[in-house]
């Protein structure tokens, strides 16, 4: 019978420590940040001990800030913004997406989100997680135009962020906003 997971009280907010189910609000939850590339995560998994088969998380993006470098994969992915605005290239077009749309990601897509508009942007990710995932960077132009694409294409991610400055450090985000009352 599945038990429920640990979490543990850091400076930054709770994180989840094991496996098991769990219910997490996400103004209590720690969110990591890089100052220098931007955007932050609430990584709703454990480093150590990720979800099987299925990966997801929410991302605040800032005005300009990439998610990730422009990339396709051979899993099914799902984009859906929470509040904000954000630009999403994808297969070397721009598409402004707003609160509440929705971007379905079939394997394969070449994809990266930038946050857009006056303020923070929040994005519900999820994802298959396959076995053995295979990743793919091709150089594009129009990605390049927000600091989102690679000067070489290549398959290897180590060698994709090798120049992706910063590292994620724990942050206390003032997002997401207080909730209303239910």
């Not at 303020?119 to 135009?145: D, F, N, Q, W």
């Amino acid at each position: 019978m599945p038990q429920e997971a640990s979490l543990v009280e850091t400076p930054y907010g709770r994180y989840v420590t094991s496996e098991g189910w769990f219910v997490v609000n996400l103004g209590d939850t720690l969110a990591v940040r890089n100052e220098e590339k931007g955007g932050a995560v609430y990584p709703l998994e454990a480093r150590e001990i990720p979800f099987g088969g299925l990966g997801v998380h929410v991302r605040v993006l800032w005005p300009g800030d990439p998610n990730a470098l422009y990339h396709s994969e051979d899993a099914q992915e799902g984009f859906l913004v929470l509040s904000g605005e954000c630009t999403l290239v994808v297969e070397d077009e721009e598409r402004p997406l707003r609160q509440w749309d929705y971007f379905h990601c079939p394997p394969g897509t070449c994809h990266v989100l930038v946050g857009a508009g006056d303020g923070p942007c929040a994005i519900l990710m999820v994802g298959a997680r396959p076995e053995v995932e295979t990743l793919r960077y091709p150089v594009s132009e129009v990605a390049a135009k927000h600091g989102a694409s690679v000067v070489e294409e290549t398959a290897d991610p180590d060698e994709a962020y090798a120049d992706w400055p910063g590292e994620y450090e724990p942050v206390r985000l003032t997002w997401p906003p207080e909730p209303t009352s239910r």
